[in-house]
């Protein structure tokens, strides 16, 4: 069956600290993304990638980096936190780059930044 | 540029009842169409998907059917149940592209 886990499921932290989100897949897919959640604006896109070490910026990405060093791997960083950051957070992978293929999508992790 | 728009909730029914939930598009060529659901607490997962016109979805007593002419992608089911209650989105995607969301539906179903 196919996984996607998300490291945390909630996450606190402070203003100015710096945050790692990470995302694993164990479907050797070659696409992975990162999504913000709010109410009444559904799912945003920040970054995506579509290779090891490839990574492109989605709708959304100031104040976001991504890493992707392993296939299986993608981790969004937040950089130095911020209030309006405080969302849900939800990766997703999907097979093939360039394809309309199902993602497949983690529980998401809940942050809240104080 | 494309974009999905869905109708605002919350949507109440009670068990039984019959679903719709609209769903619209703007797209300029042919992207595939999909439902995803979200319950409470958990991630996204596909609820069903077509991808061409014409094409008919369908999952879990949940049907939508593919309208190029009108554009749409409207998702039904002939009688709900509380275990239904959830977010649900409707998404486009282009090859080589990214997914697009509507802003998603909640639906809440009372016994």
């Known amino acids: 069956d196919v996984k996607v886990t998300q490291s945390s499921r909630y996450l606190v932290k402070r203003t100015g600290e710096k945050v790692f989100l990470e995302c694993v897949q164990d479907?050797?897919?070659?696409?992975m993304f990162w999504y913000r959640q709010d109410p009444g604006l559904g799912l945003r896109l920040i970054y995506f990638?579509?290779?090891?070490?490839?990574?492109e910026k989605g709708d959304i990405p100031e104040g976001y980096s991504v890493s992707r060093e392993k296939k299986e791997r993608f981790s969004l960083i937040l950089e130095s936190a911020s209030t309006n950051q405080t969302s849900m957070y939800l990766c997703?992978?999907?097979?093939?780059?360039?394809?309309?293929?199902?993602?497949?999508f983690g529980p998401g992790t809940r942050l809240t930044v104080l | 540029g494309d974009s999905v728009t869905q109708m605002e909730g919350p949507v109440t029914l009670s068990e039984e009842a019959f679903l719709t939930i609209n769903c619209t598009y703007t797209?300029?060529?042919?992207?595939?169409l999909f439902w995803y659901v979200q319950y409470p607490g958990e991630g996204l997962q596909l609820l069903l998907k077509?991808?061409?016109?014409?094409d008919k979805g369908s999952n879990k007593g949940f049907e939508a059917t593919y309208r190029k002419e009108t554009t749409s992608f409207h998702l039904e089911k002939g009688s709900v149940q509380v275990s239904d209650s959830a977010v649900y989105f409707c998404?486009?995607?282009?090859?080589?592209?990214?997914?697009?969301f509507g802003k998603g539906t909640t639906l809440s179903v009372s016994s």
């Open positions: 797209a300029t060529g042919y992207p595939s």
């Open positions: 077509a991808t061409k016109a014409d």
């Open positions: 479907m050797d897919h070659e696409n």
């Open positions: 997703a992978s999907s097979p093939r780059p360039g394809s309309t293929d199902t993602q497949y």
């Open positions: 998404a486009l995607h282009q090859a080589g592209t990214a997914l697009i």
């Open positions: 990638s579509y290779d090891v070490k490839m990574k």
